[in-house]
């Protein structure tokens, strides 16, 4: 069963995972109807999803929706350890070290090491006695604080109280480990509830777009942003530098050969080669089955870019402004829309993720 919902399922984005969910408890038989009205290409694929799960049995059908909501409702967005170290320094920044102690038991190693740069930055606590930050435990879900809007440290949407406690208490040793062991453990060290723990978690990381790890390439058909979300990090950055030197090239092509010589010079192994292979080149080959874009379109981009210090950074940041331009193309697109995007850009340096969102028309903030 799992070999076969994961088949099913790994074409799907966070987006479209979401609405096979919801599809699927309206109509837990897997009519395919609703994805019909969705926008290309997560038509084709929710569609192609429900229609298959329809043909599971009763029991396996279950079990591939008790799955999905575990995904989708998952307190740490799926694929939160390939998040740039910059981005969660971001989100972090604000939080209180108390907050910080308490998500670290349940984090992913990349979470921890971020949290113990910020802790390590933060100045000895001077607090007396009655300034003590610790959090209650709601007796039911009407006692919980509203969320509030992105950016506001997490201590402040769920509510913090002040209660008094002895001055040499100290706070217990962080003990890393997965989720389902920390969360699910009756009685914190601290008497924290598993319910606040995880609503930290939702209010910390709502800006990270899940990315769920597929065990299969891409494939045909693939948007431009689930291929790169497909790949780990060396390779992303990879294909990015591939399509920059691509790009470039096309933006030489009728200039004077030691312009040409230059620019391939400067972009370095191993992409000086295809540099001088398609600037020189009489016919430039369609790509991943679009046809070439024209000089002029090239040239926008290489102006737009920002140069980096090293030539080779530059590269990748014009591949990452051209592919943030097509994923803002109709077929492109689908039901995560924008957020397929930000995924990218999240899971990429700053400088190199805000490329790929200035390219997709949606600004530059990233985390």
Known sequence: MAGAGNEILDPLD???????????????????????????????????????????????????TR???REVVAPLPAGLEEVDQAILANLLHDEPPD????????????????IASRL????????????????????NRGDRAPREANGTPAASVVGASRLSAPAEATRPEIAPGPPHEVIGRAGNPDGTSPELLIELQRVIFSRIVPVRPADQGAGPGASTARGLLL?????????????????????????????????AALAGPPWADQILAVACAADVPAEDDHPPMDRAAALE?????????????TVTRLGARAAGARMTREGERGLGGADQARAVAQRLSPAIGAELLSGAG???EIG
């Open 14 to 64: 966070a987006a479209e995972r979401g609405f096979v969910l919801g599809a699927l408890l309206l109509h837990p038989s897997g009519d395919t109807d609703p994805a019909a009205r969705l926008e290309v290409p997560s038509d084709a694929r929710c569609g192609d999803a429900l229609a298959r799960i329809a043909a599971l049995p009763r029991s396996e059908r279950v079990k591939l």
């Open 67 to 69: 799955q999905l909501a």
């Open 99 to 114: 907050v910080l102690h308490l998500i670290a038991r349940a984090a992913p190693p990349s979470v921890r090491q971020a």
């Open 120 to 139: 390590a930055a933060e100045p000895p606590p001077t607090l007396g006695t009655d300034q003590v930050i610790d959090f209650p435990r709601p007796q």
């Open 231 to 263: 790949l780990d990090g060396a390779r992303r950055t990879a294909e990015l530098s591939r399509r920059g030197a691509l790009v470039l090239a096309l933006s030489l092509r009728g200039a004077r050969r030691e312009v040409i010589l230059r620019a």
């Open 301 to 313: 981009l290489v102006a737009a870019t920002a140069p980096a210090a090293v030539p080779g950074e």
């Open 362 to 364: 949606l600004g530059v």
